[in-house]
């Protein structure tokens, strides 16, 4: 039901757009977010925003560099990646958040998931 692309291999300082375009159902009235898995680690928080848009939230490490976004109207969130450094490398996925009893940076937070992107930063 929620589909990432648009991962991929780029330099350090390279910019990449992630999509993650729902089908099936519409999550318009969801609050969304994009969470990250690197090799041997837990999943973390990257960023979240609002059913309406109105609001965002990032982790601390990607502050000013990564920026969230959605169209209602496609069904669709992005997530823009600028100054990509090595350490972002990781699979990235996309989530619909309906548990109300987390906070949007909680895993939990989220029923639906897509099945990720990979994306690789070489130094």
């Known amino acids: 039901q929620l589909q990432a692309s648009g991962g991929g291999l780029v330099q350090a300082g390279g910019a990449l757009r992630l999509s993650c375009a729902a089908s099936g159902r519409t999550f318009n009235s969801y609050d969304m977010g994009w969470f990250r898995q690197a090799p041997g680690k837990e999943r973390e928080f990257v960023a979240a925003i609002t059913w309406s848009g109105g609001s965002t939230y990032y982790a601390d490490s990607v502050k000013g560099r990564f920026t969230i976004s959605r169209e209602n109207a496609k069904n669709t969130v992005y997530l823009q990646m600028n100054s990509l450094k090595p350490e972002d490398t990781a699979v990235y996925y996309c989530?619909?958040?309906?548990?109300?009893?987390?906070?949007?940076?909680?895993?939990?937070?989220?029923?639906?998931w897509g099945q990720g992107t990979l994306v690789t930063v070489s130094s």
């Open positions: 989530g619909a958040a309906d548990q109300q009893l987390y906070t949007l940076k909680s895993p939990a937070r989220y029923s639906y």
